[in-house]
């Protein structure tokens, strides 16, 4: 069955200022698009993956038929980093994060300032293209990372409960070269509770 473009759960606008509604335009209905499109374009020469779910085809990207691997790598990639970006965010959201998360990241680094202040090293000092994760183990121990173009954590078996896409794509009309102020008006749109119930999923 052909991958499709989810929908947003709120309005383009909704995350403004934060955000701005051309970029969620854009970024969802182009970029994201671009990815369903290229990544189905890719199946269809290795039919053998047509039941691979878009989890099947991040978490084993090795077994995937090298003709393919790279467009599978680079628009599966980019389908599920998007499809999960889209989800962490809300209107109305930010703040502190609560609960067994707010307590796994107050224990992990110290404190919600601390963890940001990491967060944020992660995401500003990927050069060029990627991602900044927050990745949780079975034991619940949390780890930041930073992934290249459209990887991610799955790739290698690893389970995100957050992801900041870095990409220019995402903040350069508003934002323009200073991703250091995007990531610092991110936070005031992050669905901790999204992110609460990847952490218990672990």
Request: hydrophobic residues 40%.
């Amino acid at each position: 069955m052909a991958h499709t473009l989810p929908a947003l759960g709120y309005a383009v606008n909704a995350l403004e200022p934060h955000i701005d509604a051309l970029t969620m335009t854009i970024h969802h209905d182009k970029h994201h698009n671009a990815y369903v499109t290229n990544l189905n374009a890719a199946i269809d020469k290795a039919p053998e993956l047509a039941n691979w779910t878009l989890g099947d085809l991040c978490r084993n990207i090795a077994q995937v038929p090298e003709s393919v691997r790279t467009a599978v790598r680079n628009n599966g990639g980019g389908h599920w980093n998007h499809s999960l970006f889209w989800e962490l965010m809300a209107p109305n959201a930010g703040g502190a994060p609560s609960g067994d998360i707010g307590a796994a990241i107050t224990k992990t680094f110290g404190d919600f300032g601390k963890f940001r202040d990491a967060f944020k090293a992660a995401a500003t000092s990927r050069f060029g293209s990627g991602w900044a994760w927050l990745v949780a183990g079975r034991d619940g121990a949390l780890t930041i990372e930073s992934t290249p173009n459209q990887d991610n954590p799955l790739m290698d078996g690893k389970h995100a409960v957050l992801g900041l896409d870095v990409w220019e794509h995402a903040y350069y009309l508003k934002y323009q070269n200073r991703r250091p102020d995007y990531v610092d008006a991110w936070w005031n749109v992050v669905n901790w509770g999204e992110v609460a119930k990847r952490y218990a999923a672990r």
